[in-house]
């Protein structure tokens, strides 16, 4: 394949067009297809904030990358091989993002006059240069799909909207992948309007055919299985694994679940999935607000119940004072986090790991809570039963930091085993002997769980500091002072669970990459590719981001540099230095979009390079 930049062991292939073309669907789509031939896979999505932007506008373009291989991968790419443009605003967008040599599939009949004023574009790049280092196959995808649907009963407009499928269509002939799984989706999808199901099927034949016959191309491209571990897998987004990781939980706490939100963007399609799940005992509540949904979560687990509720950083700063209320009654729960860019509105639709020290210390007074991060799609599943468990052995609350990226990204869940996941049944108390509210596990430090009408072990709680014990209302200088030290020393003590972080690596060397929640896939794969070329380097990625395990100080000194990653300005820098004096460097990107790993490598080289040379550890890079 001289002439191409394929590498038929690992393919990045980007759609994207207008919000309305439907390119999100029709990746899923080919990621399930590429999923079921086998192939390791991982995407990234990336839409518009607006609702509807103008059409044909580059504020309005929508896109989705898949990367797929015959071997385990960590990231959905950086460059792409293979770029999909339905207009010439989706090829503005996302042309600097095609390697030289790839292959650029167009609609040809967008490019007229108008469209291209629309991307503003002052030539037809059809017709200069600038694209001559690519190969080019221009295809008129919506007369193709007229002329495929042109004996149904369909509207021009309604028929247009089938171009999405004439495209896949192409690229499952092109990439040698099944049509019969996508021909199935679209039936069960459109079972009641069966006039959309033939439309959508004839524009997918359509589009396979032409790929087929037409001789514009001239090779198909096949990618071998991965070999991955033996066992059942399926594509799983960051807030599908979150949905059903909170089922798995109600079922191994033998307790019925309430989950409550208020619509927020990336974090809304969590409370979807979770509503189709009511024959295992889930109730789902959309809150007319914020606080009503995080106040909502207390008065579940007061009752008795497993409860969660989910948000996003605007909705994280609006449920802090309920969650102060949640600390105070030390009462189990799970406040899911997914982050996107702020402040403010921000762009809701694009990525950061900005809410880490809202998480910590967005509340008035000593307030600690266990923080966690998800760091893969499939993760947020596992990261779910672990807040949980924590929540349920110590009583606390739990925050669990996800974000856009993980939301709406997916990869291969190998499925685990029932025997395998963790015993979440709790105890509750039912025996009146000597009881009190507060009195604590030696141990854990972990009150008791009473269920209301327990007989005699009626009791109240509230947002009032308590009396140790008790738990009557007291404002004793002395108990206020032990009350603050117990509730600390609880989720100190969170730590006697954690085992020491995971190296990557030698437990010695030049650098130490530090990570935490969506960079793992990047700086795990930057990493492993200096390693293979020589270089001292390792990286140990943080779940736990409070309590810190005292570990990472000590793993830290067998290094000369300590080299922090972050999705924002440098959030977990401010941390470890606050909390172990850690001396590192920060590497900081707040552009809306996750770090590439070419990125990583040439921040990883510059700092691997300085290892011999005298040099400012202060000083960020960029």
Known sequence: MSDTAIDEKNVNIRFAGDSGDGMQLMGSLFTDSTAISGNDIFNLTDFPAEIRAPAGTIPGVSGYQLRFADHKIQTPGDNTQVLVAMNPAALKANIQNLVSGGILIYNSDSFTARDLKKAKYLENPLETAELLQYRLFGIPMTELTLQAVKNLELTQSAAKKCKNMLALGIIIWLFSKPVKPIEKWIADKFVKQPLSAEANTLALQAGYSYAEVSELFTEQYTVAHANLTHGHYRKVTGNQALALGC????????????FSGYPITPASTVLHDLSQYKNYNVKTFQAEDEISAMCATIGAAYGGSLAATIT???GLDLKSEALGLAIMTELPMVIIVVQRAGPATGMPTK????????????????????????????????????AFRVAIKYMTPVILLSDGYLATGADAWHLPEIKDLPDLAPIFLTKAED?????????SLARPWVKPGTPGLEHRIGGIEKENGSGNISYDPDNHQQ??????NKIDGVLADLPLPEILGK????????????????????VEQLQTEGAAISAMHLQYLYPLHNGIKFIAKSFKYILIPELNTGQL????RMEFLLDAVPYNKVTGQPFTVTELVAAMRELLAECEKTYDKHQPLR
């Open 247 to 258: 089922v798995a939980a109600a079922q191994l706490a033998n307790l019925p679940l309430l």
């Open 312 to 314: 996003s950083g605007p």
């Open 351 to 386: 990525n950061e790991q900005t809410d880490l020290l809202a998480a910590l210390y967005g509340r008035h007074g000593e307030s600690p809570l266990p923080v966690l991060a998800a760091n893969k799609p499939h993760d947020c599943f596992y990261s779910v039963l672990e």
């Open 435 to 443: 009881f009190t509210p507060y009195q604590r596990d030696p141990i």
């Open 483 to 488: 009350m603050v030290d117990l509730r600390k």
């Open 507 to 526: 437990d010695q060397g030049d650098v130490l990459v530090i990570s935490w929640g969506s960079t793992l896939g990047a700086v795990a794969t930057a």
């Open 573 to 576: 820098w401010k941390l470890l």
